[in-house]
């Protein structure tokens, strides 16, 4: 009797930071027969039958697909961290009274300090910087819906004010809201 091994497991994965990856790699493992009990941007738990599929051949479906799959434990943190604030700031309601650096600290436990020295050295770029991006990408966002007001936005997304939201917008985007207002489709990426 061929008796089933099941083995469940999470990976870290890179290169997984929107809703799409997190489908695509889910279709791919569950088509080879790999349980996906979630997915989660940067992260994947899976049940499977050893017996079936090696974990080094889910590793090379990831890794075929464009995805890489991330061991070393402090890069894991690093991809979870940056996939924390794509969350944070793209698909939950941002809530503008909670400070960024306040949830990353409790969601990792760690200062954020170490937080953002890990982040820079992973990314070139400061953990502030990459947050700040990431909140003008979903105001361009937001602006492009044409559902708010600017103030309403700046509100949202944590600006002291209209004026400072403006003021970032441009020196982030090279462009003036107003004039990103005129032609969103030429401005999104």
Same mark, same amino acid.
């Given at each position: 009797?061929?008796?089933?091994?099941?083995?469940?497991?999470?990976?870290?994965?890179?290169?997984?930071? @929107?809703? @799409? @990856? %997190?489908?695509?790699?889910?279709?791919? &493992?569950?088509?080879?027969?790999?349980?996906?009990?979630?997915?989660?941007?940067?992260?994947?738990?899976?049940?499977?039958?050893?017996?079936?599929?090696?974990?080094?051949a889910i590793e090379s479906i990831i890794e075929k697909n464009g995805f890489t799959v991330i061991k070393e434990k402090e890069e894991q943190l690093f991809v979870r961290l940056k996939a924390a604030v794509i969350? &944070?700031?793209?698909?939950? %309601?941002?809530?503008?009274?909670?400070?960024?650096?306040?949830?990353?600290?409790?969601?990792?436990?760690?200062?954020?300090?170490? &937080?953002?020295?890990?982040?820079?050295?992973?990314?070139?770029?400061?953990?502030?910087?990459?947050?700040?991006?990431?909140?003008?990408?979903?105001?361009?966002? &937001?602006?492009?819906?044409?559902?708010? %007001?600017?103030?309403?936005?700046?509100?949202?997304?944590?600006?002291?004010?209209?004026?400072?939201?403006?003021?970032?917008?441009?020196?982030?985007?090279?462009?003036?809201?107003?004039?990103?207002?005129?032609?969103?489709?030429?401005?999104?990426?």
């Amino acid at each position: 009797m061929n008796v089933s091994e099941k083995i469940t497991t999470s990976i870290t994965v890179g290169n997984m930071l @929107c809703e @799409c @990856c %997190t489908r695509l790699l889910t279709l791919l &493992l569950e088509k080879e027969g790999v349980e996906v009990i979630k997915a989660n941007r940067g992260e994947v738990k899976i049940s499977y039958d050893s017996k079936k599929i090696s974990i080094e051949a889910i590793e090379s479906i990831i890794e075929k697909n464009g995805f890489t799959v991330i061991k070393e434990k402090e890069e894991q943190l690093f991809v979870r961290l940056k996939a924390a604030v794509i969350e &944070l700031v793209h698909y939950t %309601t941002y809530n503008a009274m909670v400070r960024n650096s306040d949830f990353l600290v409790e969601k990792f436990n760690k200062s954020y300090q170490y &937080l953002s020295a890990l982040f820079s050295k992973y990314e070139g770029e400061t953990l502030e910087k990459f947050i700040i991006r990431q909140k003008i990408e979903r105001v361009k966002i &937001l602006l492009s819906e044409g559902d708010l %007001t600017l103030s309403e936005i700046a509100y949202m997304m944590g600006y002291s004010s209209v004026q400072y939201l403006s003021t970032q917008f441009k020196n982030i985007t090279g462009v003036t809201v107003t004039r990103f207002k005129k032609e969103p489709g030429k401005y999104l990426k």
